[in-house]
Each structure stands twice: as structure tokens, then as C-alpha cells.
């Protein structure tokens, strides 16, 4: 069963850095991508970043072009989102999901973890 754990969300101030992580377990493909998406409240998914199992690399958020970085280690099933400079926009709950590709969408993704709260405020 496919398995995802969500962490390191917390309340930061603008400015603020803070590292999520995504640990997955349960799948064993040829092929494999794992996105960040973010929602605030009322509001639908939108998303971040995503990463392949070939270490294919896309920022699908202007917003976050140049102060987020998505990376991955192998060894330990983890996929990382560091978020620097965060502002108060960045304010969202933050989740990692599986798909078979990639894309900004989140049709593109069928396995989704419980997601981490990401709060940015003075």
C-alpha cells in the first residue's frame, strides 16, 4: 500500500525558512513522480513543485521561482521542499502526492499524503 508522511510545516515569519519533507513507501515503478501542492483555505490545490525518479526537475508556481527548491534522496525515500524568503502568501497546507508523470495539476497525481501546515506571519 502506498504510503506518504508529510513534515515539517510550522509557523515561520516572513523572511523565515522552513524544510518540508515527504517519505513514501509501498510502490516499486520504473518511473515515478512525486509533486508538492499547497491549498489554502477555500481555495483549490495549486501546485509547486515536482520531482521524478530520474531527478526531472519543474516549478509549476511562479510565486515560488528562485526561493523554492525541490530535491530528493533515494536512499531514504524523501523528497524535500526547502522554502526560503516566505511570505505571508506562502501561508497554506502543504502536501506531497504520486503520480505516474508530471504535472502542475492535480489530476496528475492519485496518491496524496495528510499534508503539513505551512503558516508565514509576523
Known amino acids: 500500500q502506498v504510503q506518504f508522511a508529510e513534515s515539517g510545516g510550522g509557523l515561520v515569519q516572513p523572511g523565515g525558512s522552513l524544510r518540508l519533507s515527504c517519505e513514501f513507501s509501498?510502490?516499486?515503478?520504473?518511473?515515478?513522480?512525486i509533486g508538492w501542492f499547497r491549498q489554502a483555505p477555500g481555495k483549490g490545490r495549486e501546485g509547486v513543485s515536482y520531482?521524478?525518479?530520474?531527478?526531472?526537475?519543474?516549478y509549476c508556481a511562479d510565486s515560488v521561482q528562485g526561493r523554492f527548491t525541490i530535491s530528493r534522496d533515494n536512499a531514504k525515500n524523501v523528497v524535500y521542499l526547502q522554502m526560503n524568503s516566505l511570505k505571508p502568501e506562502d501561508t497554506a497546507v502543504y502536501y506531497c502526492?504520486?503520480?505516474?508523470?508530471?504535472?502542475?495539476?492535480?489530476?496528475?497525481?492519485?496518491?496524496w499524503g495528510q499534508g503539513t501546515q505551512v503558516t508565514v506571519s509576523s
Open positions: 502526492a504520486l503520480g505516474p508523470r508530471g504535472g502542475c495539476y492535480d489530476t496528475a497525481f492519485g496518491f
Open positions: 509501498g510502490f516499486i515503478v520504473d518511473y515515478y513522480v
Open positions: 520531482i521524478s525518479s530520474s531527478d526531472e526537475i519543474t
